[in-house]
């Protein structure tokens, strides 16, 4: 007996354990039964299906025979033909019967409902008489035809047919099969460790119990597992596949239970076993179904986890998930499903991190990094290989240079994992060494034997990259407030490193070349265009960094040009292929990405041996040759190159904005800062009006304001130099010195206008109008507040109408005034309202100051040592009055009404001065002269609104049109050219 109960056992624990035995046959019948009922239903299902197949095939018949006989009565129709005698048959001939075949009588449909009589045009069946013999319908008329109608319109429309997914087919056919699965897995759980907890079976006979559940469990799948499986139809639970998957488990239990829990395998029998028991569960997945295929792979992977030993050894493992990966990748082909890929490719990741994870913390490559190393390379090995040999099964039906997005993202993921196996302990030993060698060589070798992998190849870049940026250290890193100098240190083994390098970028690019020039089409050919593009300037970068450590490298600039004069020649190969061909425009497209990836290799060639200001004017010369390759070879991706490369220069000017360092030379305009700024200025005008030849983009405008920015910082910094010594970063600064910026920023802002007006260009439209913006805020906060001489004690150079007051206000004044006409002539009346207004105010200030400096001299700041006497009081008043007045009259003579407006503000700013200030400041002649100033200014203002503002048509004859001309009338007998006697 393989059942021994405990001694002592008493008759209430025997009846305890039948019953228990009771309760699991009877849930197990019911679970059988319920099963066996919903696969009743399914096949019942299934066959009537089939029933409606046949019938539908038979209608299809009749319909095709039916087409067949049209012929006949047309030709009825073209000659008349003799009545038919009643009860003739008729289409005896011509179509032939077909029965259909008769229903099982147990699914036999139900009667149909009557239907009306057929018109005379239905077509006759095959034993009927002509005519009808239905009464009331009319025969048809000698010589009459057939109606062209589709022959489906005689027959009435099918019922519509019932939902697939409804209540009923879900509970019957799909849930309570999950159920009752569950149900049998949670029974025999629950049944285990009850008699765990009474103790009524030994450990031998629990797990013997445990192995005949299992062995139940499968047989009854493979008893129900039919010729044709109900699985086939998504719409019904694949019963076989939910026993087999709980018999999959309770092996796995029971195996996992005679290891861990009893002691019966030791650990070898156990991983053996377990790892044959994962492997034949996912080799029953081609019997069972896709949910045996997942069962199966979580079981294999989570074997070796469930097996302890006193000594680890991780390479059996390897070897194990190795034979799994392989396995579950034909699988995945066999079934194709993609899903089983990338998840045995997680598996496998997931696998890895789990090999790190057990890593000792010191500098040495243990066997568990070892095995992790050996681990990757073969997964990804395997993935690779299961791609390029055994494609999917659609795989002919995609289109070409489609990608195989299913093995990208396995092989992204395990190449995630070589980063941190790359990164986590670099070491100049064997096994990094051949990791670093062996992962991008067989992911270029995926990208170069399968268009679909093309991914691969960007993959394959990245490592190459990575590795070089971890290489081992000579020396240790410092990482002191992130310094470049500080943080690349250089490589141990700089041969090796640099073959490395050049070995692997060499490869890539070759590759590259070699899938570009066959033709591949898109998506594929971008992901080699990156490899082959990019991949050699970030290497060449990354080299830079770590050997020289950014220091200036004649060596690295030969490399760069040597690199540059490569990617050209890759440039004009395709250009080349593009033109034997005539492969559409993408051939230009690669042609003009490795052409701007020849000027971006040229650009770093530049910046190694060049340094300041020769770096930043090469730049910017390297910006004006791409955009005249741009231009005549039409390859549009350099357009973008001459950009970034003017951005790369406008970071450099940020970084230094003296160029050349802190010594730029002492002659004014005869320094440094002219080729350091005016270089840049010319190469991207020029770059502009190359590369707008062949249309307005992006590119074309982004020099044209490169153009114009490095052009007023030319102006600017000038500025700052002639004023200030040579030292234009200076923090001082002085009433002059702000108002020449703001005439270089309304000069420019009226240049930009007159080319706006002109070319109708978007950048020079916006450019005036900012400049103009800025050039206000410096004048009103810069000049009236912050550097106001009447605020500060700054010396005013000069004698009163030509001293350095004119330069600082009376000079941005004339410059806005021009920029307010153009602006206005424009149609841009805001921002030209905005300049005019800054004119009136630098004017008004020019005025206010130029009477403090009559009356003060130098310096003029309000102090109680230089109190206005009566006569600068009076003065004040005086020049505001006159001020009015000649805003005034140009607002009447440019018939501009806010001048006149602006006019009335300062009139009435001197009137409020007049009798709240000078009322009580002043005293005798000057209080006087005051009132009897503004009495005369006020009458005379209103005498000059009367009669030539607000003038009524009568009152001049300046202002009187003259009537027209009647019809036919002669010019000179018109009353107003007549004299004053009337006479012509």
């Known amino acids: 007996m393989f059942i021994s109960l405990r001694w002592g056992a008493s008759m209430q624990d025997v009846a ?107 077509i006759p069946q095959q034993g009927s008489t002509w005519p009808p013999q239905q009464s009331g319908i009319p025969s048809p008329p000698p010589g009459a035809a057939f109606p062209a109608t589709a022959p489906s319109a005689y027959y009435p429309p099918s019922p519509p047919s019932r939902p697939s997914g409804d209540l009923e087919q879900k509970l019957g056919a799909r849930w309570a099969v999950w159920v009752g699965g569950v149900a049998l897995a949670f029974g025999a759980l629950l049944l285990v460790r009850y008699s765990i ?64 829990l009893y002691g019966f395998l030791g650990s070898t029998s156990t991983f053996l076993l377990l790892s044959l028991l994962g492997l034949l569960a996912m080799l029953a997945a081609l019997r069972h179904g896709t949910t045996q295929a997942a069962v199966g792979l979580l079981a294999a992977n989570v074997a070796p986890m469930l097996v302890s030993s006193a000594e680890p050894n991780p390479w059996p493992v390897v070897g194990f998930l190795a034979v799994v990966s392989v396995g579950a990748q034909a699988l995945s082909r066999l079934m194709n499903a993609r899903w089983i890929s990338l998840a045995a490719a ?33 997964q990804i090995g395997i993935v690779a290989v299961a791609g390029i040999l055994v494609p999917w099964k659609n795989a002919e039906r995609a289109a070409p240079g489609a990608v195989d997005w299913a093995l990208s993202v396995a092989l992204t993921a395990l190449t995630l994992l070589s980063i941190v196996m790359i990164g986590l302990k670099p070491t100049l030993v064997a096994p990094w ?96 265009l990156t490899a082959g593009a990019l ?39 395709l250009e080349r292929r593009r033109g034997e061909q005539d492969v559409s425009t993408r051939a230009g497209l690669d042609g003009g990405v490795f052409a701007a990836s020849a000027m971006g290799a040229l650009c770093l060639s530049l910046a190694f041996v060049l340094d300041r200001g020769f770096l930043t004017m090469a730049l910017a010369l390297a ?77 074309v405008r982004i020099a044209d304001g490169l153009s114009v920015l490095f052009a007023a910082l030319l102006v600017v910094f000038e500025i700052r130099h002639a004023l200030g010594g040579g030292q234009i970063l200076r923090a001082s600064s002085d009433h002059v010195e702000q108002g020449l910026l703001a005439v270089t920023g309304m000069g420019f802002a009226y240049v930009l206008a007159r080319l706006d007006s002109a070319m109708a260009n978007p950048v020079y439209h916006w450019a005036a109008r900012l400049l103009v913006a800025l050039s206000g805020l410096v004048s009103i906060v810069n000049l009236g507040i912050l550097y106001n001489p009447l605020f500060w004690p700054e010396p005013v150079l000069g004698r009163p109408g ?90 009447i003579a440019r018939n501009y009404r806010e001048a006149r407006i602006a006019s009335g503000a300062f009139v009435l700013l001197a009137v409020l001065k007049v009798f709240l200030f000078d009322l009580g400041g002043l005293s005798g002649i000057w209080r006087a002269l005051s009132f009897i100033g503004l009495g005369v200014v006020l009458i005379g203002i209103g005498l000059l609104y009367q009669k030539l503002v607000f003038a009524k048509p009568g009152e001049s004859r300046a202002a009187v049109e003259p009537p027209p001309l009647p019809p036919g009338a002669f010019p000179m007998s018109h009353p107003s050219l007549l004299p004053p006697d009337g006479r012509p």
């Open 802 to 891: 030509l001293s350095s007051l004119a330069i600082a206000y009376l000079l941005p004044a004339a410059a806005a005034a021009l920029a307010m006409r153009l602006l206005r002539r424009g149609g841009a009346t805001g921002i030209g309202h905005t300049a005019g207004a800054v004119a009136v105010l630098m004017l008004f200030a020019f005025v206010s100051l130029e009477v403090r400096h009559i009356f003060q001299g130098s310096p003029m700041d309000l102090s109680y040592s230089r109190r206005p006497g009566e006569a600068e009081l009076w003065a004040y008043s005086a020049a505001w009055l006159l001020f009015g007045i000649a805003l005034l009259l140009y607002g």
């Open 197 to 260: 907890e009474q103790g009524y079976f030994g450990p031998g006979v629990r797990v013997i119990f445990g192995a005949l559940l299992a062995l139940a469990l499968t047989a009854a799948a493979e008893l129900l597992r039919g010729r044709k499986s109900a699985a086939s139809d998504g719409h019904f639970a694949d019963v076989p596949s939910v026993l087999f998957a709980a018999g999959t488990v309770a092996a796995f239990g029971t195996s996992y239970a005679a290891h861990a």
């Open 623 to 699: 910006a004006c040759g791409s955009a005249l390759i741009a231009a005549n070879r039409s390859l549009k991706p350099l357009r973008y190159v001459t950009a970034a490369i003017g951005f790369v220069v406008l970071a450099r000017v940020f970084w230094d904005p003296a160029i050349f360092g802190p010594s730029v030379g002492g002659w004014p305009v005869l320094n440094w800062l002219l080729p350091g700024y005016g270089v840049p200025a010319l190469a991207f005008a020029a770059s502009a009006w190359l590369m707008r030849k062949e249309g307005e983009d992006v590119p």
């Open 346 to 378: 997680g598996a496998a990741a997931v696998w890895g991190f789990l090999f790190l994870s057990s890593e000792p913390f010191s500098k040495l490559i243990s066997p568990w990094l070892q095995a992790g190393m050996s681990h990757t390379v073969l």
């Open 433 to 528: 060494v051949a990791f670093v060698v062996a992962v991008p060589t067989i992911l270029i070798i995926a990208a170069l034997a399968r268009e679909s992998a093309a991914p691969a190849a960007c993959l394959a870049g990245l490592l190459v990259a990575v590795t070089l940026f971890a290489w081992p250290a000579a020396g240790e890193v410092r990482v002191a407030h992130l310094a470049l100098p500080q943080f690349f240190t250089a490589p141990e083994a700089v041969s090796g490193y640099a073959a490395y390098a050049f070995a692997m970028t060499a490869i890539l690019l070759c590759v590259a070349m070699l899938k570009l020039s066959s033709g591949l089409s898109q998506p594929g050919a971008a992901f080699h």
């Open 16 to 122: 305890m354990v039948l019953v228990l035995f009771l309760l699991s046959a009877l849930l197990g019948v019911i679970s059988l039964a319920v099963a066996i009922a919903a696969r009743s239903g399914a096949r019942r299902a299934e066959q009537r299906v089939e029933a409606a197949e046949r019938h539908i095939n038979h209608a299809f018949a009749r319909l095709a025979s039916l087409e067949s006989t049209r012929g006949e009565p047309e030709a009825m129709a073209e000659a008349p033909r003799e009545p038919t005698a009643p009860g003739t048959k008729v289409g005896a001939e011509a179509a032939p019967a077909i029965e259909p075949p008769p229903f099982p009588p147990h699914l036999a449909p139900p009667p149909a409902w009557p239907v009306s009589p057929p018109h005379w045009t239905s």
């Open 535 to 573: 991949a050699p300037p970030l290497v060449l970068v990354i080299a830079y960094l770590r050997v020289t450590g950014f220091e200036r490298s004649l060596a690295f600039a030969a490399i760069g040009g040597g690199l540059a004069f490569v990617l050209a020649a890759c440039s004009l190969l």
